[in-house]
């Protein structure tokens, strides 16, 4: 399980790292998020949660095999806590039970031509091909740093 944790988190990293400042179009609109967002805001973002992830890749490494102290086991269930609530309430929560208005502009403003396999559910496009490539790593992630502040391994 630490090896697929550290594997896991090294891909989450990588993909923040990109999906927000390198053009993968159609898979991301780099240039609308650049126009409404502009670089500076997207550079600070995306430093800011590739250094919370690469914190949680450094204790995922330095506590292999031992117990995360009390600190770690709290950054733990927060960051991955706050993580999946994110996920859920920005693509899940507006494609299940229908966006809101300003859900759905931000859509089209930020996100409008990506790459998307899920159908279309209350006039919401649902989370882009990209963003459900980084969930198919979050999501276990996440499940993965709850086992570990549980002991399990």
Known sequence: MQLAFVILQSILLVVYLTQDTVNLAPFNNLPAQVRHIGWPKLIVATLIMSGLIAY???????????????????YFCVWWGVTMLGMFTSWYKPYFFGP???????????????????PPR????????????????????????????????
């Open 56 to 74: 949680n890749l450094y204790l995922t490494i330095e506590y292999r095999g031992a117990a995360l102290p009390t600190g770690a086991k709290i």
């Open 100 to 118: 809101t208005p300003k859900e759905l502009e931000q859509y089209h403003k930020y996100f409008s031509g990506t790459h998307t396999i899920l």
């Open 122 to 153: 209350h006039g919401y496009p649902g989370p882009n091909t990209l963003h459900l490539v980084l969930h198919a790593v979050g999501i276990p992630c996440a499940v993965l740093g709850f086992l570990k502040v549980a002991g399990v391994f």
